[in-house]
């Protein structure tokens, strides 16, 4: 089985860091594209970043870029989100996704 398994999420104060990471397991990680998404309280599901299959390309939405690096380490299977100076509007379910797969989510709250 396909298991997703992200991890690293928490409570924060704003301006805070955290570093998320997603165990890929069942699949041939490095021949994936991979991405992060987040679901807020009340809000749809909203892409954050994604990656190439080799790590030397990365994208942002614009509500993040500058704040959150996405990264990967193939040899691991292991997906990667630094988040810093992060903000209340930053609070959701954070996912790891691979094509149409998506793993369970881990919860970041952004509050003083």
């Known amino acids: 089985d396909v298991q997703l398994q992200a991890s690293g999420g928490g409570l924060v104060q704003p301006g805070g860091s955290l570093r998320l990471s997603c165990a890929a397991s069942?699949?041939?990680?490095?021949?994936?594209?991979m991405r992060w998404v987040r679901q807020s309280p009340g809000k749809r599901i909203e892409w954050v970043s994604g990656?190439?299959?080799?790590?030397?390309?990365?994208t942002y939405a614009d509500s993040v870029k500058g704040r959150f690096t996405i990264s990967r380490d193939n040899a691991k299977n292991v997906l990667y989100l630094q988040m810093n100076n992060l903000r209340p509007e930053d609070t959701g379910v954070y996912y790891c996704?691979?094509?149409?797969?998506r793993g369970q989510g881990t919860l970041v709250t952004v509050s003083s």
């Open positions: 996704a691979a094509g149409a797969l």
């Open positions: 069942g699949l041939t990680f490095s021949t994936y594209p």
């Open positions: 990656i190439s299959t080799r790590g030397d390309s990365t």
